[in-house]
T-cell receptor, first 114, second 112 residues
Framework: DGGITQSPKYLFRKEGQNVTLSCEQNLNHDAMYWYRQDPGQGLRLIYYSQIVNDFQKGDIAEGYSVSREKKESFPLTVTSAQKNPTAFYLC?????????????FGPGTRLTVL | QKEVEQNSGPLSVPEGAIASLNCTYSDRGSQSFFWYRQYSGKSPELIMFIYSNGDKEDGRFTAQLNKASQYVSLLIRDSQPSDSATYLCAVNMKNYGQNFVFGPGTRLSVLP
């Protein structure tokens, strides 16, 4: 089955810890995205990547880092510099980097800071 | 300025009625428009997209776009309780590359 997988589904972080969220897709999509969703709010773009070994900051990149070493994988690290990381994190991909192509979402990771 | 606005709701309609969800956007040069449905605790799933002015129909769903008024809407005919969800409007804005700006979503409740 083709799709986007994210792991873990739930993640708990202690203060001062870095944690990494996994995102894998087998759709052969070029572009991948990370969003953050807070209760009652829309999605905000953290980072995006249109090709391997290249990525760009979104609107709220501070306190986050990413890598894109393989086309299928786009992991997100939430660093200790992110002061309010509790949120629902969504990974998405789209077939090409051209304008207007729809994005498809993984199931999400819910991160809670203890 | 990148803004997409939606009424947060909740919008309550009786089963079988037409639900009308509205979205306005700030960038007149916006090129493509998407509606996603998100059930509580789940990820968004694409319902429809529209690029040109006018109506686009897909089953019980109709998307309407008016670029002059910077307005896009989603109509759901014969609403079912299973349509109860949050509906997110996403806009691909001209000056934002290939990225989307999402609205805050409208929560729809279809009452049996």
């Amino acid at each position: 089955d083709g799709g986007i997988t994210q792991s873990p589904k739930y993640l708990f972080r202690k203060e001062g810890q870095n944690v990494t969220l996994s995102c894998e897709q087998n759709l052969n999509h070029d572009a991948m995205y990370w969003y953050r969703q807070d209760p009652g709010q829309g999605l905000r773009l953290i980072y995006y990547s249109q090709i391997v070994n290249d990525f760009q900051k979104g609107d709220i990149a501070e306190g986050y880092s990413v890598s894109r070493e393989k086309k299928e994988s786009f992991p997100l690290t939430v660093t200790s510099a992110q002061k309010n990381p509790t949120a629902f994190y969504l990974c998405a991909s789209s077939p090409t980097g051209t304008s207007g192509t729809e994005q498809f979402f993984g199931p999400g990771t819910r991160l809670t800071v203890l | 300025q990148k803004e997409v606005e939606q009424n947060s709701g909740p919008l309550s309609v009786p089963e079988g009625a037409i639900a009308s969800l509205n979205c306005t956007y700030s960038d007149r040069g916006s090129q493509s428009f998407f509606w996603y449905r998100q059930y509580s605790g789940k990820s968004p799933e694409l319902i429809m997209f529209i690029y040109s002015n006018g109506d686009k129909e897909d089953g019980r769903f109709t998307a309407q776009l008016n670029k002059a008024s910077q307005y896009v809407s989603l109509l759901i005919r014969d609403s079912q309780p299973s349509d109860s969800a949050t509906y997110l409007c996403a806009v691909n804005m001209k000056n934002y590359g290939q990225n989307f700006v999402f609205g805050p979503g409208t929560r729809l409740s279809v009452l049996p």
